[in-house]
T-cell receptor, first 112, second 113 residues
Framework: DSGVTQTPKHLITATGQRVTLRCSPR?????VYWYQQSLDQGLQFLIQ???????AKGNILERFSAQQFPDLHSELNLSSLELGDSALYFC???????????FGPGTRLLVL | GEDVEQSLFLSVREGDSSVINCTYT??????LYWYKQEPGAGLQLLTY?????DMKQDQRLTVLLNKKDKHLSLRIADTQTGDSAIYFC?????????????FGKGTKLSVIP
């Protein structure tokens, strides 16, 4: 158990819908990272927050957004969902911005 | 941009050593990581190596780094059936203050009893 928690574990929704994925970092970690794992693209970095502020952006679609709250938990919002958004979404956390990242168990999203 | 390459499959017999290889392209990478993913589970950090090191050993795991060839390997001694999983090599992007990880596609290790 890495100490990073993610909810929900599974999510099934329809095209065009909007969902919110939640992540709680390890106690004391200030950075949260979001990654997407799909069969065709592999594991791809989406976005990083550090102490409430966006720090880095990767291959994140404009339909996706994220935020980190004062209690340091983070949410990833996915809107106008398409079939191709079906994937495993991981959250990771680290103490600062350059330390080792510890991953949560992931949220499996299925868009029908 | 950065690219991390791994072979997709490896099959070994229980008790043998497994060697999983990885090549990377970013010469400015400072940390290289190995993560393990079991079916239906998240990514478990196995070990990491700093770029000024050539080797790191941690119980049954040995990481070798060849900076000249940008080649990283993970050796698992006395491989057990519980080691069956997908192993990901990742490099940490050290450019422009971003510390995102770039992952390889993963190597699926199958251990034959």
């Amino acid at each position: 158990d890495s100490g990073v928690t993610q909810t929900p574990k599974h999510l099934i929704t329809a095209t065009g819908q909007r969902v919110t994925l939640r992540c709680s970092p390890r106690s004391g970690d200030l950075s949260v990272y979001w990654y997407q794992q799909s069969l065709d693209q592999g594991l791809q970095f989406l976005i990083q927050y550090y102490n409430g502020e966006e720090r880095a952006k990767g291959n994140i679609l404009e339909r996706f957004s994220a935020q980190q709250f004062p209690d340091l938990h983070s949410e990833l919002n996915l809107s106008s969902l398409e079939l191709g958004d079906s994937a495993l979404y991981f959250c990771a956390s680290s103490v600062g911005t350059g330390e080792t990242q510890y991953f949560g168990p992931g949220t499996r999203l299925l868009v029908l | 941009g950065e690219d991390v390459e791994q072979s997709l499959f490896l099959s070994v017999r229980e008790g043998d050593s497994s060697v999983i290889n990885c090549t990377y392209t970013d010469s400015s990478s400072t940390y290289l990581y190995w993560y393990k993913q079991e079916p239906g589970a998240g990514l478990q950090l196995l070990t990491y190596i700093f770029s000024n090191m050539d080797m790191k050993q941690d119980q049954r795991l040995t990481v070798l780094l060849n900076k000249k060839d940008k080649h990283l390997s993970l050796r698992i001694a006395d491989t057990q059936t519980g080691d069956s999983a997908i192993y990901f090599c990742a490099e940490r992007d050290a450019g422009a203050g971003s510390y995102q990880l770039t992952f390889g596609k993963g190597t699926k290790l199958s251990v034959i009893p």
